[in-house]
């Protein structure tokens, strides 16, 4: 990649119902603004029959059963602390990558000092498609499904989904965030943080992960529950101790 012996710290980004919902309440604010409270109240939710890509699949993955989740601003916030202090990240356009039915985004975020090394890409800013404001990244998703099977109709003021025949296939999109890190170095968390962002999910149809998975949802939530124990057990250690420490001292 031309990073010489530095390396990259892959994450997708995963949409989430709650993200879903906040998505369509500004569509419809800025389709049909002047609704009433009761018309907002009556409306039924309708983006969710169009997000159905694998961006926007939260109970699946197509890389094994174990998933770990963070919010971005934390992501951010460990990697500036680690990498580098007093400063904001870059972000830049790093590529775009075209499969057979899917397009991939990649966004490069890296340290200032870094700034020489990765001007040939093009500063986020530039991009129709991408941004990153106040600690958010803002994706102009611009195909959310596999198998496009509705079609959305305004009705007075309300928003319907109408089946849709014949179907219309769709080359997917997802975006991607790559994070700069040197030789040597490695972004970490305490363990258990990264059991708090830890969470099981089934397997996608489109299997990916080349390695021995569970052979079912439950037991994957079982191994999880497993690990859970463990960290209480040395909870209950670490408390013992302290305790015959203060015991001794007294």
């Known amino acids: 990649m031309g990073f010489e012996q530095d390396s990259l710290s892959w994450w997708s980004l ?12 500004r569509f419809l604010e800025s389709l049909i603004p002047d609704r009433s409270k009761e018309e907002i109240a009556a ?4 983006l969710s029959a169009f997000t159905t890509s694998p961006a926007f699949k939260n109970e699946s993955s197509r890389y094994g059963n174990y998933r770990f989740k963070f919010p971005l601003t934390e992501l951010m916030k460990a990697y500036k602390k680690q990498m580098f202090e007093d400063e904001e990240p870059v972000l830049r356009v790093y590529e775009t990558k075209l499969f057979k039915q899917e397009i991939e985004y990649v966004v490069l975020v890296h340290s200032p000092q870094f700034n020489e090394k ?13 941004s990153y404001e106040g600690n958010q ?8 499904c596999e198998t496009h099977r509705y079609q959305l109709d305004i009705h007075g003021k309300k928003a319907v989904t109408q089946n849709m025949y014949p179907y219309q296939y769709y080359v997917w999109d997802q975006l991607s965030l790559v994070f ?3 030789e040597d170095e490695v972004l970490t968390f305490p363990q258990r943080k990264l059991k708090a962002s830890l969470s ?22 079982k191994l999880l529950e497993s690990l859970q124990d463990d960290d209480e057990k040395e909870d209950e250690k670490e408390e013992n101790a302290l305790e015959e420490v203060k015991m001794e001292a007294d």
């Open 137 to 144: 990244i803002i994706w102009k998703a611009q195909a959310i």
């Open 14 to 25: 995963k949409i989430n119902e709650a993200d879903i919902r906040a998505a369509e309440e």
């Open 118 to 130: 990765f001007g040939k890409y093009p500063l986020l800013t530039s991009s129709p498609l991408v």
């Open 43 to 46: 409306q039924q939710p309708f």
């Open 200 to 221: 099981c999910c089934g397997i996608d149809p489109i299997n990916l992960s080349n390695g021995e998975n569970c052979s079912s949802i439950k037991e994957a939530e």
């Open 180 to 182: 700069h890190i040197k």
